[in-house]
């Protein structure tokens, strides 16, 4: 049993069934952190207000500080943070071993089934709330309202929702046990129903007291006769009101009351229900128009599909009913995709969504085509999940007549299920869709803006505006706008201090992401000689903790006007020294959106591009001195770069160097050998401090930028042969094709200024 004084790390910590059992392990006194790379802000406030400690990300040196580790089901056994935690000896167990564990100090009443477990327990525990009974409870998903998914107190009673995916079932010994359904699923684990089976009757046989079972449910046939002692049958025919929470969940809420009668005897009945604000993503209205209805919900079983979409049917026969469906794993859809099928030919119109594989890899037998071969009397259409999806659906459907659009599956179907909603909402106007999809998926910290102006937050002070603009709180909300990026099919680009960027006078159509917040700009000491640094930290500030720390070997960043993020992914350099001579590791989001933590041998880096991070986002970096020395010493040396840098390069505004040095010279060089400097275009000038930078002497345009580095390199190649490639970043287009560059200088996608 896990005690206070153990300090217990939650890895996948967002996920449905871990946060709640996370906070209720914070509540009990317990010592509870939490990370997971796909975090959601209501879930992680729900988790820092319940007292759990979250984490960006974990170090393979911090693990030593825990004293186990739990994961999610969703978690691969190979994650590193898994991997690393069994090299140091360091227990790890499933959600569901977990809860098992803390289970035997209180008598458990374990929900099971193969589908309604969720809204069951949300039953229950909505009851408990409005008899005032102070039992346990600790749900596998949110509620639609506020009430939250947890509550912790001194009782003996303990609900909770008991998952059979994963095979944790086992590790259950409930007081109660409360058996909803038994269909065979999860073939991935239960080659055959009757393996589910035996998980269910050996559960069954580890109960103490008593197994509710429905009237009429056949799942006794094959109990034992000490089984058969211990079930108490229920009625499942209760009718709790009209509306789609209540009609659908008929029997889940005869479970509910007969649960809560074993706890009060005789306290519950059906009007106790009648406040149930239903759980999220099960029969959630989206959107409600005149002429078209959006609902979500999470089945993922070829029987709950059947009972969702007969139920809507019956309710609205006068509506064109249309499914729109995620299949959820490999495994699930090659054991079901006949089923599926026949189950969503109950609709009108279907179409299909690019199947959720969660860890799978992909299997033969269960891909969408496959799936989409089993329909019969015409294959649905297939969307993308994004805008351009979004718009075809529109399109197919004939609001001239009532519709009913269902999505449908337990993936990420959620995010092209509100996409669509807040497109129509929105009249099509995708700014302010934009606006109210992100705007309910960031913490209150994000700031966001349509056409924000972009001149003032870069070095040179040119420049249009961003179209999309954000500044995240937190690493929470910089994948909420990653996911709304992919969603809306937009350019991402990121932004520091905005030195080496060269904005251009249409402005940028995509999202440009700025980390000023406080939480990116953040400077850790790990050790003597390492640092932890967020991608917002001044370089400046980087090396005036260094100076008082006694590292050694960052001096040269004191005076390049940028952050961290922008230094990682350009490997900045100056006085002969290059970020990653001082990086031990970087973390940062890849191009497909993925969490990672590398080395720094990992890295393709040269002169001024780090080839993976140009592609991702650099989110922080460890960083190592190579020496250590005296405060004074150090920074004499930063105030002797410091002195050189006014010596020879321009107070005026501007983006830093221009060019890049060619091979076997120096840009600066030849502009001032062939007497460019002071050059003029307009506002912008070629600096007569150094030959190498354009600067801003007023009123400058970014048109005026780009001709005068037009009219520089045509001047220098016809007169030494040399092609200056532009090192500044060029955002809102392409030199590429303003200046006809060798194939290989790639237009800009994803990076950091």
């Known amino acids: 049993m896990s005690s206070p004084e153990d300090r217990i790390l939650f890895l996948g910590v967002g996920g449905m069934g871990m946060a709640p059992l996370a906070c209720w392990m914070a509540k009990s006194g317990r010592q509870v952190y939490g990370v997971d790379d796909h ?67 209180k008598k458990l ?67 109660v046990t409360v058996v909803l359904n038994l269909d065979w699923d999860h073939a991935d684990r239960y080659s055959s129903s009757e393996q589910l089976e035996s998980a269910f009757h050996q559960l069954i046989e580890r109960t103490q007291a008593k197994v509710l079972i429905p009237e009429g449910y056949g799942i006794s046939r094959h109990f034992s006769e000490t089984e058969t002692n211990k079930i108490v049958r229920y009625r499942s025919d209760l009718m709790i009101g009209a509306g789609y929470s209540n009609a659908l969940n008929q029997a889940n809420a005869a479970a509910a009351i007969a649960t809560l009668n074993v706890i009060e005897a005789g306290v519950a009945n ?58 959820h794993r490999y495994s699930r859809t090659k054991q079901f ?107 209150p910290d994000c700031k966001l803006r349509i056409d924000e102006s972009l001149a003032a937050k870069t070095t040179l002070r040119v420049g249009g505006a961003a179209r999309y603009y954000a500044e995240p709180g937190n690493l929470t909300d910089l994948r909420a706008l990653l996911l709304s990026a992919k969603l809306f099919e937009l350019e991402t680009f990121c932004m520091g201090r905005g030195s080496n960027l060269l904005v251009s006078d249409l402005g940028f159509d995509g999202l440009v992401i700025r980390f000023s917040a406080a939480d990116w700009r953040r400077v850790e000491t790990l050790t003597e000689q390492r640092l932890w640094v967020g991608a917002g930290a001044r370089l400046k500030e980087v090396c005036g903790l260094a100076a ?36 031990e590791s970087v973390q940062f989001i890849d191009s497909k959106g993925c969490f990672q933590h590398w080395d720094k041998d990992a890295f393709h880096f040269g002169y001024r591009k780090v080839e993976e991070i140009s592609r991702g986002i650099a989110i922080g970096a460890i960083l ?38 060619p091979e076997g010279n120096y840009a600066g060089k030849l502009i001032d050998q062939y007497q460019l400097k002071g050059m003029r275009v307009g506002q912008a000038e070629v600096s007569d401090v150094h030959g190498n930078f354009i600067i801003n002497l007023g009123d400058a345009t970014s048109g005026d930028v780009i001709e005068l580095i037009q009219q520089i390199r045509k001047i220098i190649k016809a007169k030494s042969g040399y092609d200056l490639e532009p090192e500044v970043l060029l955002l809102g287009d392409s030199w590429d094709t303003l200046l006809n560059l060798e194939a290989g200088f790639e237009n800009l996608e994803i990076g950091h200024g």
Request: glycine share 8%; proline share 4%; with cysteine.
């Open 270 to 327: 059906a009007s106790g229900l009648s406040t149930f604000a239903g759980m999220a993503r099960r029969q959630s209205i989206l959107l409600q128009q005149a002429q078209l209805t959006v609902m979500e919900d999470y089945a993922h079983h070829p029987t709950e599909i059947h009972a969702l979409l007969s139920y809507v049917r019956d309710a609205n026969p006068n509506t064109r009913l249309v499914a729109v469906f995620q299949p």
């Open 624 to 661: 190592r001195a190579p020496l250590a020395d005296t405060e004074n010493s150090i920074r004499e040396r930063m105030d002797s770069y410091s002195s050189s840098r006014k010596e020879s390069q321009p107070r005026a505004p501007s983006a830093g160097c221009i060019f890049k040095n």
């Open 548 to 583: 008082r720390a006694g590292m050694s070997g960052f001096e040269f960043l004191e005076g390049i006007p940028g952050a961290v993020g922008g230094a990682l992914r350009m490997n900045a350099g100056a006085m002969g020294s290059w970020m990653f001579d001082v990086v």
């Open 39 to 105: 975090l959601r802000e209501p879930i992680r406030r729900l988790l820092l207000d319940a007292g759990v400690e979250l984490c960006d990300f974990v170090l393979e040196e911090q693990l030593g500080d825990f004293t186990s580790v739990v994961y999610s089901s969703a978690i691969q056994t190979t994650h590193p943070i898994l991997l690393a935690a069994q090299k140091k000896g360091l227990p790890t167990c499933r959600r569901g071993a977990m809860l098992a564990e803390v289970s035997k100090s």
């Open 337 to 443: 995709k006949d089923q599926f099928a026949e189950s969503l030919q109950l609709a009108d119109d279907v179409f299909l969504l690019p199947l959720y594989a969660a860890f799978e890899a992909e299997l033969a037998g269960g891909r969408l085509s496959e799936l989409v071969d089993s329909f019969s009397g015409g294959a649905p259409a297939c969307l993308e999940m994004n805008l351009n999806g979004a718009k075809q659906l529109l399109k197919a459907l004939d609001l001239n007549q009532p519709n009913l659009v269902v999505f449908i599956g337990a993936g990420d179907i959620d995010g092209f299920a509100s996409l669509f909603s807040e497109w129509v909402r929105a009249d099509q106007q995708p700014a302010e869709a934009w606006l109210n999809l992100v705007g309910e998926r960031v913490s």
């Open 109 to 175: 009443i374990a929900i099971v089934g193969s589908h309604g477990k969720t809204t069951t327990s949300g039953m229950v525990a909505h009851l408990l709330q409005v008899y005032n009974i102070a039992a346990n409870y600790i749900l596998g998903g949110l509620f639609s309202d506020s009430q939250s998914p947890y509550n912790y107190s001194d009782n003996d009673w303990l609900v909770a929702e008991v998952d059979e995916s994963d095979g944790t079932i086992d590790h259950f010994c409930p007081e």
